[in-house]
C-alpha cells in the first residue's frame, strides 16, 4: 500500500521502487513491482509538487496481502515502524479461497493498470492499457480501470448468492472504494451502516488522519446512537517533527478535529458524541476501523477493518479496500472487544480545555491553507 511511481526516480532517496528493483533484477520470473499513478496529477504538476505532497492527489493505499487462501487485511504499510511502534489493527482469512481470489482479481486488475518496473530501473504500461498520463488517454484509461474493477465485483455478486452456506456465523463483505473511478462500494456500505444503526447502540470509529466526509459527519450527527471517535493527537501523528511544509500537517488535524468537535457538541450530540486522541509515549498511530454494538449488548457484532481513514481522499481519490465482518461468533467478537479495547486504553477524552492548551494553538495562516486543502489531507 502506498507505493506508486510518483516521485520514484530520485537515486538519493529510499523507495519501493530502488527497494524492489534488485528483487526484479535477480528473479524476474517469479517478481512482478506494478508501481500505480494517479491519471489526476499531470507530469508538469508531479514535477513541481514535493514528493511528500504527491500523494494528496490520489494514491494506491490498499494492504492486502493473499497466500493461497489466506488473506491478511490491514491498514498498515510494511516499513519498520509498523512492526515496531506504529499502532495499527490486522486481521488474517484462512481457507477462503472465493475471498482470496477477489481480493486477487483486484490486485491484478490495479497492477495490469500500473507502470512495471523493469531490471533496468525503466517504467513501462502494459501496450493493452491506456497510458493515465498521456492527455489523449485519460479518459480511455479512467474507463479502463472503472469497467475491469466493476466487471470484478459484479461477477462476485453473482458468485456470493449462489454459494453462501446457511451454517455459516461470521460473513465477511469485501468493500471497494476508487471515487475517481466511480467504484463506491465502501462509501454506499458505510454510509447505510451508519444511518440504520438503532437507538442506544453505539459505534466506535477510529482513523490515524480524521477529516471525515460532510455526508458522514452529518449522518453522525443526526444519528441516535452513542460514538466514540478515535484519532491521533499531535503526538502520534506521523507527520510530527517532519522537515518543511509536511511539519505543519499535524496542526492542520489539530484544526479540523476542533471543527468537528465544535459541530458535535451542539444539543443531546455532546453526551452522544465523545472524541477521543490516541496517546502512547513513542508511538505513532494509524489505526482505522469501526466497531458496532447493538443496544443489548457489550460485543461487537460488526467490525469494518483496512485501509480506509473514512475521509475526503479515501472517499474520492485513493484506492482503498476493507473488510465488513458480521458475526454471532462469541469467542471471534470476544477478539474483536480485546482489540478494540487495547486501543482506546490509550485514549483521552477531548474537551473545551484541550483546545486551550499550547501546544494546540493554530496559527492564523495554518487555518487558512488547511481550509484551502481540505478535501486533499
Same mark, same amino acid.
Given at each position: 500500500g502506498g507505493a506508486g511511481a510518483s516521485g520514484a526516480s530520485s537515486e538519493t532517496s529510499s523507495t519501493s521502487r530502488t527497494i524492489l528493483l534488485p528483487l526484479v533484477g535477480r528473479h524476474p520470473e517469479r517478481v512482478t513491482v506494478s508501481l500505480y499513478h494517479t491519471p489526476n496529477m499531470p507530469r508538469a504538476v508531479e514535477r513541481l509538487l514535493p514528493n511528500k505532497f504527491k500523494e494528496t492527489l490520489g494514491l494506491q493505499h490498499m494492504k492486502i496481502h493473499v497466500f493461497d487462501d489466506t488473506i491478511l487485511m490491514t491498514g498498515a504499510n510494511l516499513s519498520e515502524d509498523y512492526f515496531t511502534n506504529r499502532q495499527d489493527r490486522y486481521v488474517v482469512v484462512r481457507d477462503a479461497p472465493q475471498l482470496a481470489?477477489?481480493?486477487?482479481?483486484?490486485?491484478?486488475?490495479?497492477?495490469?493498470?500500473?507502470?512495471? %518496473?523493469?531490471?533496468?530501473?525503466?517504467? $513501462?504500461?502494459?501496450?493493452?492499457?491506456?497510458?493515465?498520463?498521456?492527455?489523449?488517454?485519460?479518459?480511455?484509461?479512467?474507463?479502463?480501470?472503472?469497467?475491469?474493477?466493476?466487471? @470484478?465485483?459484479?461477477?462476485?455478486?453473482?458468485?456470493?448468492?449462489?454459494? @453462501?452456506?446457511?451454517?455459516?456465523?461470521?460473513?465477511?463483505?469485501?468493500? @471497494?472504494?476508487?471515487?475517481?473511478?466511480?467504484?463506491?462500494?465502501?462509501?454506499?456500505?458505510?454510509?447505510?451502516?451508519?444511518?440504520?444503526?438503532?437507538?442506544?447502540?453505539?459505534?466506535?470509529?477510529?482513523?490515524?488522519?480524521?477529516?471525515?466526509?460532510?455526508?458522514?459527519?452529518?449522518?453522525?450527527?443526526?444519528?441516535? $446512537?452513542?460514538?466514540?471517535? %478515535?484519532?491521533?493527537?499531535?503526538? $502520534?501523528?506521523?507527520?510530527?517533527?517532519?522537515?518543511?511544509? $509536511?511539519?505543519?500537517?499535524?496542526?492542520?488535524?489539530?484544526?479540523i478535529a476542533r471543527w468537528f468537535y465544535e459541530r458535535m457538541r451542539s444539543g443531546e450530540r455532546s453526551d452522544r458524541v465523545r472524541l477521543e486522541e490516541y496517546t502512547r509515549e513513542k508511538w505513532t498511530f494509524h489505526a482505522k476501523g469501526l466497531w458496532y454494538y447493538l443496544s443489548d449488548s457489550l460485543l461487537p457484532v460488526m467490525t469494518l477493518i483496512g485501509s480506509s481513514n473514512f475521509g475526503h481522499r479515501s472517499v474520492s481519490r485513493d484506492l482503498e479496500l476493507q473488510f465488513g465482518i458480521v458475526t454471532k461468533n462469541e469467542r471471534l467478537r470476544e477478539s474483536l472487544e480485546i482489540e478494540h479495547e487495547d486501543l482506546f486504553s490509550y485514549s483521552d477524552a477531548i474537551t473545551d480545555e484541550t483546545f486551550r492548551r499550547e501546544d494546540r494553538r493554530v496559527h492564523w495562516l495554518q487555518a487558512l491553507v488547511t481550509r484551502a486543502i481540505w478535501s486533499f489531507l
Open positions: 481470489e477477489f481480493c486477487e482479481k483486484i490486485i491484478s486488475v490495479v497492477s495490469t493498470h500500473s507502470y512495471q %518496473l523493469r531490471s533496468d530501473n525503466s517504467l $513501462a504500461m502494459d501496450s493493452k492499457v491506456p497510458d493515465p498520463l498521456a492527455l489523449l488517454s485519460k479518459r480511455a484509461y479512467t474507463d479502463s480501470m472503472k469497467k475491469s474493477i466493476s466487471d @470484478v465485483i459484479k461477477e462476485e455478486k453473482v458468485e456470493v448468492t449462489a454459494h @453462501v452456506p446457511k451454517e455459516s456465523d461470521t460473513w465477511i463483505c469485501p468493500l @471497494v472504494q476508487m471515487g475517481l473511478y466511480g467504484v463506491r462500494n465502501d462509501q454506499e456500505a458505510t454510509s447505510a451502516l451508519l444511518e440504520g444503526t438503532e437507538r442506544q447502540s453505539s459505534v466506535s470509529l477510529a482513523t490515524g488522519y480524521l477529516n471525515l466526509t460532510d455526508e458522514y459527519v452529518d449522518i453522525i450527527r443526526e444519528s441516535k $446512537a452513542k460514538f466514540r471517535v %478515535l484519532t491521533a493527537s499531535p503526538q $502520534a501523528n506521523g507527520f510530527l517533527g517532519a522537515a518543511g511544509p $509536511a511539519g505543519h500537517v499535524p496542526y492542520a488535524y489539530i484544526y
